[in-house]
């Protein structure tokens, strides 16, 4: 593994039907974050993570979860997916925290919610 | 409200430069990146300022005036290569990441 791995590449899913995205970074980065691209927009940030054993709450949390067990791990979690949900999502990490620092993205979760 | 505008697409040809241009609205302002997304990728960090002027690295030059809410990136010697959406993104005063919906460039021969 090398910087930040996001499983799966690519999904279909009923809509009601819950998901779980993975998210595992190998730099030991202190923040990661969790973003949905969509066409025409900017990233948008759901839920981030400072350290290990904390996470808040981005510009878009609704019907989404995340837990921070340990530094490496990331997952997000779509209790019960909507067609709105429908989107790219990226896994990212940075060094510091704050904001300030460089983001690794990994390559995305394409997502389709039928 | 907090806004990042950027022209949804730009042209330009092999081998020219082209200015991709962004200016911002937000609440406070500790500076500002720039990240380029290939097609089907995911961004890669290209530039960060946080002070006004031009910064340059390679072929790839950026320019902010905090005064005039205003970045631009700058790319010379245009390749093939560089056909992708360039993302504009300012870090407001809560230190949150206000992301522009990109600029996509397409380069012709």
């Known amino acids: 593994i090398a910087g930040i791995t996001q499983a799966p590449t690519s999904q279909i899913l009923a809509a009601g039907r819950r998901m779980t995205l993975r998210c595992t970074q190998d730099m030991r980065h202190n923040a990661m974050y969790w973003y949905r691209q969509d066409l025409g927009l900017g990233l948008r940030l759901i839920h981030y993570s400072n350290t290990a054993g904390t996470t808040g709450k981005g510009e878009v949390p609704d019907g989404y979860s995340v837990s921070r067990a340990n530094t490496d791990d990331f997952p997000l979690t779509l209790a019960s997916a909507v067609p709105s949900q429908t989107s790219v999502y990226f896994c990212?990490?940075?060094?510091?925290?704050?904001?300030?620092?460089?983001?690794?993205f990994g390559e995305g979760s394409r997502l389709t919610v039928l | 409200g907090q806004n990042i505008d950027q022209p949804t697409e730009m042209t330009a040809t092999e081998g020219a430069i082209v200015q991709i241009n962004c200016t911002y609205q937000t609440s406070g302002f500790n500076g500002l990146f720039w990240y380029q997304q290939h097609a089907g990728e995911a961004p890669t960090f290209l530039s960060y300022?946080?002070l006004d002027g031009l910064e340059e690295k390679g072929r790839f030059s950026s320019f902010l005036s905090r005064s005039k809410g205003y970045s631009y990136l700058l790319l010379k010697e245009l390749q093939m290569k560089d056909s992708a959406s360039y993302l504009c993104?300012?870090?407001?005063?809560?230190?949150?990441?206000?992301w522009g919906a990109g600029t996509k460039l397409i380069i012709k021969p």
């Open positions: 993104a300012v870090l407001d005063s809560n230190y949150q990441l206000i």
């Open positions: 990212a990490s940075s060094q510091g925290t704050g904001g300030t620092g460089e983001l690794f």
């Open positions: 300022n946080v």
